[in-house]
Structures are given as structure tokens and as C-alpha cells.
């Protein structure tokens, strides 16, 4: 039996959680669950054929955590560790002689990546491959990567995953209710990313219980063409009792709710155990495999934000050196803050995706490219274009893009061809195709419209989608090619009619050389849309060229009812996008909104000139960062904009402290003492916290994670400190929880207590006499801020 195979059975079962098993059969409170592999083999050799018995097709190994940084202290190699946990899983399904696969399983690596944190894509790349590469070694069926809630780090793990084994890969990401991963990734982001990197199966797992999951699931089929997995835990958690809430039956009946919505392979996560798996395989039978029939749309995206191409949308033209001379310093003075601010300015002005040009001659193109692509991903969610001739700057570019981007470009020579579009199918990407090839750029419609149909051809023969293939029919210079203007519109209604493919072309060439050049754009671009043009790439700051577009959608009736139209132009004779300022002009409130670090100090350091310190901290600094927050809470931005709006400021308080130190003077809010308690070893909320905290001016004492109640009283006393912040992940450390704050009332020390964690409620926070209970990262600032001012 292979995966393959397996997939032609109607429903695929997986197994149920690993560590709610481990706990109830003693695992110590702090113990890296991944070492019970070694220390006691028969409890994973036990709860594997509990699994197998209760039907499961597949099971997970205990690895969930079995990374480098993760067990860097626990005493075995993650090759050690890996090698135990697929034996003992092997060892279980050879003795009860079944044929079911055994999955290797990675979970997070418990960092955040930049540039939401400090891990790098490149680093966590490599742990994620050394766990692969052990897990093949040790003979796992398939890999099963899940629980990721950060699309960034997926890429790392599936790429890992695809380039160092042939195994098949599942993958799984964590949602919230709200349909986003706390870092903000959407349901189709996460599909149109991973079906594009050649996930063999994508789904959800954790978090939320089945009935939570079924209108994540009816989004995700939506978006995807691949077998659809469902791992939710036993509902919701409670606190009180230590469990989650549905029973076994429950859980299958909700379960066969999912099947009927399209989904192929079912389990369960936390709180599940063989009793789910078992009731999940009876409540199916009678049930019969619905495979969800769509049609994947005409996409590109980042991480939060999808664009489909049902309509014009935008390319910005301003990322790139070609008659810029500013631009052109900024590159060779690697000013990553002025392309940043070319890159928002056309966000502002209605950039639905940005073309990043970054080829120079003085400068190397790939270590630019992959820069500034990161930089860009840290300050705005709007997809991007990679535009290079080069294959080595398109694939290193491709594979840090955090997202689906678009490659621009190919044209029609075999050798590009054959060279780049498989580099664009292994990352999943959408390519440009220019209609020119070796004999240059054809006179006619008709040579035009053969280079392109060659080009959907052969991208189609390596696997890319006809949707995914966008050409370019080349815009000539009206001053010198008067002629060749109308044979452009010809071959893009051509292409359109006939290839059926999306049009991009770049507009601003065709006024080269004459007068009135935004008469000619605009004019031209109107032509061009009538013709069929769906991607135009211009300047968005041009307020004439978005009108003559929103307009165009009006009048084609993209704009149902008018009503973006109105929206902008209702009362308002002629409406003037808005603009970002230069770096000259810049104010602090926008610089700490757009996450741009180096213009906040700039511009701190000579407000500092003439402005008190704490003034400017109080008036200047604290702002914009509210504002931020408020924009979090309503879900216009999410955690990865808020923390870089947050480093933004923190670099303009570094500037502050520093000017502060020269007068022998601090600036710091109030001490906060923060600890995952003792038995929780899970800290990436607390550290996200604290990230934001200090950013607010706080001074934080991190005592880290599994941290003994006494000594989270004993800083408290030492430091003098009036507020401390605890965190548990695990409904079975929440006692650790309440001991610690129990300790803290018994010595009497004058300290206020906030809790946060996926498991607490604001009920049980009370209960267990915590003073404040933090939903989010934020919550905890605003607390912060009521306590401490």
C-alpha cells in the first residue's frame, strides 16, 4: 500500500492526538514528548496499534516537535528521536499486520520567521530538512506537516519536504473562527499557495472542533483541487474540566457533516482519542465520497491577501531602476526604505499587485532581489511581480516569495521557455509570456498571437494551468511605430478570444518621445481594456490612469451597481489618490504605520532636536501604535503588520533611550514580568508579547518558559515589579497557572496578575484569581497601559 493507492479508497482515516494519549499515560508536566520514543517505547508502541485498531489508515509519528531548537536540550539527536519514533510506529503496524502508512509528522518549530520575528526562511528551511531527511532515513510512508499557522514557515517545511525525499506530503494549517491563522494567512492564500508548491493533500487541523471547521472547509474547496484533510480537535477546550467538549459520537456526526462538504481524509487533533477514531470510521459508512467540482480562478496572493484576475487590476511600474535616477542610488546604496516607500506609495494609490525590478549592472541582482522581496513582504500584503531575465534570480526570488507571485517573464525562445517555466511550476507560481522570441518583437497580430499560443502551450505541457499563463502583446512606441499601436490591440483581443489566457501589458511605453504623455496613456489604456486587457501595468500614482480603469469597471460592469464608483467619486469632481509623502516629508505617524524602521529613527532623531523626550513618546510615538491596534482588532491589518509597526517604533524608542542615557537619564513605562509556566513549553505567544510590550516602552523580564511558580514570585519581588503576565497553551498546565498565581497571593506580593493562552477563557482567568485575562497580544498592551500608564 502507497498513498496513491490509499487515495482510491473512498474515505482515508487518520488517527487522533498524540499528546493527549502521552499525558494520560504520565507523561511529566515539561517533558519533550518526542523523548518518550526512546524513554518509553511502549507507551507510542501502545497508543499506535490503539490507533491502528480503531481503524486509522494512516498514523502520526511522535515527532510534532522533534526539531533542533525545539530538543536542543533534551539530551537525543533529532536523528535519534526520529529514528525511534517511525520504528515504533512500523514496529506497531508489522505486529498487528496491517498495511497502514506511517506518516512522518512536523509541527512548528516554534519561532517566529522573519519579518515577523527573527528566524530566518533560509535557517528554518534546514531544520525542517534535517527532520526530513531522518524521517526517510528511518522509512516513514509520507510526510504530514501540520499545525502551521504561519504560511511563511509551511513553505519552508514543504519545500524541505519536496527537495530532499520523494515521499508524498500533506499538509494542515491551524484557523481561527475568524478564517485566518493568527498570523493572518487566509484559507485561499494557504491553498493557492500549497497546491501550487505540489502538496499531495491540504486541509486544517487543530484549533477548532468539526463544527467550527465546516465553513473553513467550505471555503477551502473553493480554492483547491487537491484531497481535502480535516483534523479538528474534540471541539473546544475546557478549562475547568481538563477536556474538551463533544463526545466520540458527536464528533462523528459533525465529522460526516465535513465528508459531505468534500473532504477525502478525516482525523482528529487534541483531545481526540481512539474512541473518535472508531466512532469517525462507523459514522461514515453509508456515506460516499463527494469530490468538490470547481474551477481554481485566475489568482495571485501573499500570505493575507488574494487577488484574483476577475476583473483589471493594477501592476505598479515604480519598483524598477529604468529611467530612475533616484532609484538607481537607492539600489546602489542598498536604500531599502526609499524602495519601501515606492512600494506603499503605489499601494496607497491603488496597486492591487507590485512589479520589483531590481536589475543594475554595479549591483548583484539575486541577494538585491531576494532583499528587497522580504523587505516589501514585511510592510505590505499586496502580491508582487518578480520581474528578472535571469533563472538564477527568478529561483531565488521564488523561493522566499511568501505567497503565489508572478514571474515576469518568459518569451518565446525554446531555450527561455524550457529553462524557466519548470522553475515556475516547482514554486507554483503565475508567468508572464512576452510574444516576441530570437527574430524580436513580430509586426503582425497574427506572428504575435502564434508566439503566445506556443507559450500557453508549452507552459501547459509542464504542468502550469492555462489560467496561471498571462500574455504580454507588447506595447510599441506610438512616436516611432505609429502603425503598430492598432496591431497591439489586435493581437491582444486575439489572444483573448482565442488562448482564452489573462492580458498584461505595459502601458506607459506607448507615449515615449511626445507630448501630453497621460492624454496618450490614458486613452490608450482605455483602448486596451476595451480590447481585453486585464493586467495593465502603469503608474497608480497617476490619478487620470486609475480613473480611466475604475471607470472601465463601472462601464463593464465589474462594478456591480456602481458602487466602488460612487464610493470614490460620489460629490468629488476629481478625486486625487491619495499619495504617500517622500522621505523629506515624512512624519513619524506614517512611518511607524508603514513598519518603516530606519525612517522612524531618522525622523525621531530630529524631532529629539527640538521636542522633550517623554513628549514625544506620549504625543508622537504611542499614536500611530494605537491606531495599529485598533486596526488589528477590526481585522484590517494582522499580527505580522502590527509587530513591524511595533519594531518601527521600537527603533525610534531605541533613539530616544539612547538620548535619554547621554543625560544620565531611562524612559521606560513600568516592569512587566512574563513566564510560560511550569510544564508548558510552548512560548511563541508569550515571546510575541513581549515583542509588542517593549515596543509599547516596557520593560519586560522574560523568565522564559516551564517556570516554576516560585521563581516567577521571587523576580516579581526582586525587580518590584506591578504586573505579571503568565501563559499556558495546554489545558493540563493551566493547574501550573493557578498555583503560580496562588503563590503570588499568598506572599502578598503587591503585583497584578494578566493569564493568556488558546485555552483559557475570561471565566476560568477569574476563577483561578487572575486579575486581567488577554485575548490577544494586544489585549495584553492595553492592559499594560490601563495598569501602568
Keep these: 500500500m502507497d498513498f496513491k493507492t490509499l487515495l482510491q479508497k473512498e474515505f482515508i482515516i487518520l488517527d487522533g492526538a498524540m499528546g493527549t494519549m502521552l499525558q494520560k499515560k504520565g507523561m511529566p508536566l515539561g517533558a519533550v514528548p518526542e523523548t518518550m520514543c526512546l524513554e518509553h ?27 533542533s531548537y525545539k530538543t536542543k536540550n533534551c539530551g537525543y539527536t533529532v536523528e535519534q528521536l526520529i529514528s525511534a519514533a517511525v520504528g515504533l510506529a512500523k514496529q506497531a503496524v508489522t505486529e498487528l499486520g496491517t498495511d497502514t502508512l506511517v506518516g512522518l509528522d512536523v509541527g512548528p518549530i516554534g519561532q517566529l520567521l522573519e519579518p515577523t520575528g527573527t528566524l530566518s526562511f533560509e535557517d528554518a528551511y534546514e531544520l525542517f530538512a534535517q527532520q526530513v531527511r531522518a524521517g526517510v532515513a528511518a522509512g516513514a510512508d509520507l510526510v504530514a506537516i501540520e499545525t502551521m499557522t504561519d504560511l511563511y514557515e509551511m513553505k519552508a517545511a514543504l519545500l524541505a519536504v519536496k527537495e530532499n525525499c520523494t515521499l508524498p506530503v500533506v499538509c494542515t494549517m491551524t484557523f481561527e473562527q475568524t478564517g485566518r491563522t493568527f498570523t493572518g494567512c487566509a484559507v485561499s492564500a494557504m491553498a493557492l499557495t500549497l497546491e501550487g508548491l505540489g502538496a499531495d493533500a491540504i486541509g486544517i487541523n487543530c484549533s477548532l472542533g468539526p463544527k467550527e471547521l465546516a465553513p473553513l472547509i467550505e471555503e477551502l474547496r473553493q480554492w483547491t483541487t487537491l484531497p481535502i484533510i480535516a483534523k479538528p480537535n474534540a471541539g473546544l477546550p475546557d478549562p475547568n474540566s481538563d477536556s474538551y467538549d463533544i463526545t466520540p459520537a458527536e464528533f462523528a456526526n459533525n465529522m460526516a457533516q465535513l465528508a459531505k462538504l468534500g473532504v477525502k481524509i478525516l482525523g482528529g487533533c487534541c483531545g481526540t482519542n481512539p474512541n473518535y477514531i472508531t466512532e469517525l470510521k462507523q459514522g461514515l459508512q453509508g456515506y460516499t465520497y463527494n469530490k468538490p467540482n470547481v474551477q481554481i480562478p485566475a489568482a495571485v496572493c501573499s500570505a493575507s491577501k488574494v487577488v484574483p484576475i476577475n476583473r483589471v487590476r493594477i501592476i505598479g511600474e515604480r519598483i524598477n531602476p529604468t529611467g530612475k535616477k533616484l532609484f538607481k542610488e537607492a539600489l546602489k546604496n542598498q536604500d531599502l526604505d526609499y524602495i519601501l516607500t515606492q512600494g506603499l506609495e503605489q499601494c496607497q494609490a491603488g496597486a492591487d499587485i507590485l512589479d520589483v525590478n531590481v536589475g543594475l549592472p554595479e549591483i548583484d541582482e539575486q541577494k538585491m532581489m531576494v532583499k528587497v522581496l522580504k523587505a516589501l513582504q514585511g510592510v505590505t500584503d499586496t502580491p508582487l511581480q518578480i520581474d528578472s531575465s535571469s533563472p538564477a534570480v527568478l529561483t531565488a526570488a521564488l523561493k522566499v516569495y511568501n505567497g503565489k507571485p508572478i514571474v515576469n517573464s518568459v518569451n518565446g525562445d525554446d531555450e527561455v521557455l524550457d529553462t524557466v517555466l519548470p522553475v515556475v511550476k516547482k514554486y507554483g507560481a503565475a508567468v508572464v509570456g512576452l510574444t516576441l522570441d530570437k527574430r524580436g518583437i513580430l509586426k503582425t497580430a497574427q506572428e504575435r498571437f502564434e508566439i503566445a499560443k506556443k507559450i500557453v502551450d508549452r507552459a501547459i505541457s509542464y504542468g502550469i ?55 496618450i496613456n490614458q486613452t490608450f489604456l482605455t483602448l486596451a481594456m476595451g480590447a481585453g486587457l486585464d493586467l495593465p501595468i502603469i503608474n497608480p500614482n497617476v490619478t487620470s490612469m486609475v480613473a480611466a480603469i475604475r471607470a472601465y469597471s463601472l462601464l463593464s460592469c465589474t462594478d456591480k451597481n456602481a458602487t466602488e464608483f460612487v464610493s470614490l467619486y460620489g460629490g468629488i469632481a476629481s478625486p486625487t489618490p491619495k499619495t504617500d509623502p517622500t522621505q523629506n516629508q515624512m512624519e513619524l505617524d506614517y512611518a511607524i504605520k508603514s513598519g518603516l524602521k530606519a525612517d522612524a529613527a531618522r525622523i525621531t532623531a530630529k524631532l529629539l532636536q527640538t521636542v522633550d523626550p517623554m513628549e514625544l513618546v506620549n504625543t508622537k510615538l504611542i499614536p500611530p501604535l494605537d491606531k495599529a491596534g485598533v486596526s488589528f482588532e477590526k481585522g484590517d491589518i494582522f499580527l505580522p503588520q502590527l509587530i513591524q509597526c511595533a519594531g518601527a517604533a521600537q527603533a525610534a524608542f531605541e ?53 516554576e ?61 487572575a486579575d486581567y485575562y488577554a485575548r490577544d497580544a494586544k489585549e495584553s498592551v492595553d492592559i499594560a497601559k490601563k495598569l501602568l500608564g
Aim: aromatic share 4%; proline share 3%.
Design 41 to 67: 517505547p511502549e507507551w507510542l508502541l501502545d497508543i499506535h496499534k490503539q490507533y491502528i485498531t480503531a481503524s486509522s489508515d494512516i498514523i502520526y509519528t511522535n515527532t510534532f516537535g522533534a526539531n
Design 465 to 519: 494551468r492555462k489560467e496561471d499563463v498571462y500574455i504580454d502583446c507588447l506595447t510599441l512606441t506610438a512616436s516611432a511605430e505609429q502603425q503598430a499601436v492598432m496591431e497591439t490591440l489586435k493581437a491582444v483581443r486575439m489572444v483573448k478570444e482565442n488562448l482564452g489566457v489573462k492580458i498584461v501589458l505595459g502601458v506607459s511605453n506607448i507615449s515615449f518621445g511626445l507630448p501630453a504623455r497621460e492624454l
Design 709 to 769: 511558580p516560585a521563581a516567577v514570585a521571587d523576580a516579581v519581588l526582586e525587580h518590584e515589579v506591578p504586573l505579571v503576565g503568565l501563559s499556558a497553551l495546554m489545558t493540563t498546565t493551566l493547574g501550573s497557572m493557578a498555583q503560580t498565581i496562588a503563590l503570588l497571593h499568598e506572599r502578598q506580593l503587591p503585583c497584578k496578575v494578566m493569564v493568556g493562552g488558546a485555552v483559557l477563557t475570561a471565566d476560568y482567568a477569574a476563577k483561578i484569581g
Design 655 to 707: 533613539v530616544i533611550k539612547s538620548k535619554m542615557a547621554l543625560n544620565g537619564a531611562t524612559v521606560s513605562r513600568g516592569k512587566i514580568v512574563l513566564a510560560t509556566v511550569k510544564g508548558d513549553i510552548h512560548d511563541i505567544g508569550k515571546n510575541i508579547v513581549k515583542i509588542l510590550l517593549e515596543n509599547y516602552g516596557y520593560t519586560v523580564i522574560d523568565l522564559g518558559k516551564d517556570v
